[in-house]
């Protein structure tokens, strides 16, 4: 089973819809990020969690929310889903007092129509 | 504003030798990583550099010149399963990570 897991892996959805993407993690990190890939640009940070009460917006927060319920689970919400926001999601960890490596979990691929 | 700069695509051949540059303009420097990503799967740690010079991992090595702005990693003995996009990130005086585009390695037999 994978370290970082993230449900669904693939998801369609129409416009205005309300979608949420979760993420659990088994590697006992603290901080927990969701990032927004799309082609031929760099990934880009949408929100990051450093622990439970910690929650900080990244550089494209707008149209996203997020709730660290836990630990070891981190969600990513689009309150109400836009085409521009069709992307591959991935969902990150890595451990305080690191070299703050990244272990990514396989990606949700949202499609919104 | 923050910049990282990768070469979009590259082809090499099997059994060859590759050097994918990375150079990056940021407000200030704490680390730059590199990334392997095949296509449709998750990025994968390949390499960490903090300190000026050469830092080999088996095929892989990667160096880092802070004062340049500039970073490459090489691949030797290439496989065809390294075939995949390379990704160079710089982590920066805030301790965020800004990431390049990537590099799409294309390997030929």
């Known amino acids: 089973d994978a370290d970082v897991t993230q449900t669904p892996r693939n998801r369609i959805t129409k416009t205005g819809k309300r979608i949420m993407l979760e993420c659990s993690q088994t590697?006992?990190?603290?901080?927990m990020y969701w990032y927004r890939q799309d082609p031929g640009l760099g990934l880009q940070l949408i929100y990051y969690?450093?622990?439970?009460?910690?929650?900080n917006k990244g550089e494209i927060s707008d149209g996203y929310s997020v709730s660290r319920q836990a630990q070891a689970k981190f969600s990513l919400s689009l309150e109400s889903a836009i085409p521009n926001q069709t992307a591959l999601y991935f969902c990150a960890t890595s451990a305080s007092g690191t070299t703050g490596e990244l272990f990514f979990g396989e990606g949700s691929r949202l499609t919104v129509l | 504003g923050q910049n990282i700069d990768q070469p979009t695509e590259m082809t090499a051949t099997e059994g060859a030798i590759v050097q994918i540059n990375c150079t990056y303009q940021?407000?200030?420097?704490?680390?730059l990583f590199w990334y392997q990503q095949h296509a449709g799967e998750a990025p994968t740690f390949l390499s960490y550099?903090?300190l000026d010079g050469l830092e080999e991992k088996g095929r892989f090595s990667s160096f880092l010149s802070r004062s340049k702005g500039y970073s490459y990693l090489l691949l030797k003995e290439l496989q065809m399963k390294d075939s995949a996009s390379y990704l160079c990130?710089?982590?920066?005086?805030?301790?965020?990570?800004?990431w390049g585009a990537g590099t799409k390695l294309i390997i030929k037999p």
């Open positions: 940021t407000s200030g420097f704490n680390g």
């Open positions: 990130a710089v982590r920066d005086s805030n301790y965020q990570l800004i």
């Open positions: 969690s450093f622990d439970v009460k910690d929650i």
């Open positions: 590697k006992g990190h603290d901080r």
């Open positions: 550099n903090v």
